[in-house]
């Protein structure tokens, strides 16, 4: 019974608190176009856009991982997983994107007692050279700039009771185009329940609360020319940008080892997600393990204008002397934009 009771008030509390943080603002235009959700009228509210790539190869090939990460990306997608992890370990990352873009993750987990876990990460993004004009050379000229953003966070997770865990990682987010940049702090929560029904799990996460930001850098500096028959220098002037804020994101989900014996595993997960700029999302995967040796997975994305099926492949090996290794493949088709790949490799000692 006070399993019930527990679930039931974090569900109330987290929604709560959702509907309060993600309420529309009916004055914003109603005819914009998303790149995630189609139309929604929110969309352009929110920088750090990169924050919202999914990191790590297991859970991009499920697309559903809030309620069932087990490794070290859960600094991503829910830092109450990191309590999970009871090794010295290392991760990473890299994702292929479109235009020559690319995305590369790294994380390290330090246990610090059977029930606490720290970690850090480093979350990237950047493009390739992206030519530019300009009004006095419209033909390009080989101008180039690149962006660049970056996002370092310290992790801690722990279980508060057996079957209870909580995590929260602190960040600091770094975003830069050219010659301007724009950083700021954020922070992220998140909560894991096993609610002892059949291997069932529920996960919560709220992500990338924190600072404002505001683009500063030597591309906002002019000279305003004065009355010149005065003999009077020109004026230096700054532009000022305007002010954004991270992308909240709100994760709720649910998954289950459905089959547990021997040589086969099976996990189920499914997830809700919304977020302060894109309109309701909503994902399923699964996982089949064999031996715990081979891992094969697939999920699906609904109500997002370019993401849907999905898929991958991992590998895990004992090693000896303590040290095990694994590797994750997955592949996210887009509808307008190509293939996303993504390699993961996980080292534990």
């Known amino acids: 019974m006070k399993k019930f009771v527990h679930i039931i008030i974090l569900g109330i509390v987290l929604s709560l608190i959702s509907a309060n943080l993600f309420a529309e603002d009916n ?9 995630s959700a189609g139309n929604y009228k929110k969309v352009g509210a929110a920088g750090s856009q990169f924050l919202k790539i999914p990191v790590g190869a297991r859970g991009t090939a499920m697309s559903a991982n809030v309620s069932v990460v087990n490794d070290i990306s859960s600094i991503w997608w829910n830092p109450a997983g990191l309590a999970s992890v009871k090794t010295l370990g290392g991760y990473f990352s890299n994702t292929w994107l479109y235009a020559e873009c690319s995305q590369m993750f790294a994380g390290l987990s330090i246990p610090l007692s059977s029930d606490f ?18 009004i006095h050379d419209d033909q390009g000229n080989r101008h180039y700039y690149q962006v660049a953003d970056m996002a370092l966070a310290l992790s801690v997770a722990g279980y508060l009771t057996e079957d209870f865990s909580f995590g929260v990682n602190l960040k600091y987010i770094s975003n830069s185009f050219a010659s301007l940049n724009s950083s700021g702090f954020g922070f992220d929560v998140g909560a894991l329940y096993n609610t002892g029904l059949y291997g069932l799990t529920i996960g919560f996460a709220l992500s990338n609360l924190g600072t404002e930001f505001q683009y ?4 906002l500096q002019t000279l305003i020319p004065v009355i010149q028959d005065m003999g009077l220098a020109p004026i230096d002037a700054e532009f000022k940008s305007g002010v954004y804020s991270m992308p909240l994101v709100f994760r ?11 040589d ?6 499914f997830d809700f997600i919304t977020a302060s700029d894109i309109s309701e999302q909503f994902a399923i995967g699964a996982e089949y393990t064999f031996k715990n040796l081979i891992s094969i997975r697939g999920g699906y994305q609904f109500n997002h204008d370019q993401y849907g099926l999905s898929g991958g492949i991992g590998f895990q090996y004992e090693i000896g002397g303590g040290l095990h290794a694994g590797a994750d493949y997955s592949i996210n088709p887009t509808k307008d934009l190509g293939l996303v790949n993504r390699l993961s490799i996980r080292l534990g000692f």
């Open 27 to 35: 004055t914003l235009p109603t005819n914009a176009v998303g790149s």
């Open 117 to 134: 876990t720290v970690g850090a990460s480093m979350n990237s993004f950047t493009t390739g050279n992206i030519e530019y004009t300009t």
């Open 216 to 219: 500063r850098g030597q591309n």
């Open 252 to 262: 709720a989900g649910i998954g289950s080892e459905i089959i547990k014996t021997e």
């Open 264 to 269: 086969h595993a099976v996990t189920a997960a």
